[in-house]
């Protein structure tokens, strides 16, 4: 049988132990379990990490942003300058831009305090006067003193947002786009709710 093995090898170029792995002529060898469970691991991981990539580049949402949002009190009193995103659920360019911000986010948060204020909530009737928001989202850029630098509104490329935030983690005096408006949602067409939490940022 050994001499069959060999002159098979021959034929087909191949050596012949690769020949003789088969249980027998004709039958492939069956992966056994272990080999299984090698492959459930590697699919469920493989799973996992596309599930997580996806949702740190498309499935972030204003409201995982919001939550994890400092509460605008501590960071006017916390020494670091402030980004205030003013937005609403409603709003279709605020939730385009959410994973940009969150990953701008990601990039400065131990440097500047982000802050995420409902418009629909009442309880921000007088920043929304304060920073002159008409509409969203509007970004409100803070010194660590609280006063405003500049603002940008609405639709805007990644990199004013990106500048904006450097110069405030160098503690620039100014920003680089101060005042500039793109497509964005009217803040009039709010869908006021009081406030049901008082300590609620959101």
Known sequence: ENGLVESEAEISGKPATETASSTGPGFPEYPDKSFNRRIAVVSTLAAVGLFLSG????????????????PY???????KPTVVEFYADWCEVCRELAPDVYKVEQTYKDRVNFVMLNVDNTKWEQELDEFGVEGIPHFAFLDKDGNEEGNVVGRLPKQYLVENVDALARG????????VVGQY??????KVRPVVDPRSHG
């Open 55 to 70: 949702r740190l580049d498309l499935g972030v949402s204003l409201k995982d942003i919001s939550a994890a949002a400092l």
């Open 172 to 179: 620039e005096a100014t920003v680089p786009h101060a005042r």
């Open 73 to 79: 009190e501590e960071a006017l009193s916390n020494g």
């Open 185 to 190: 949602s009217k803040a009039e067409s709010r």
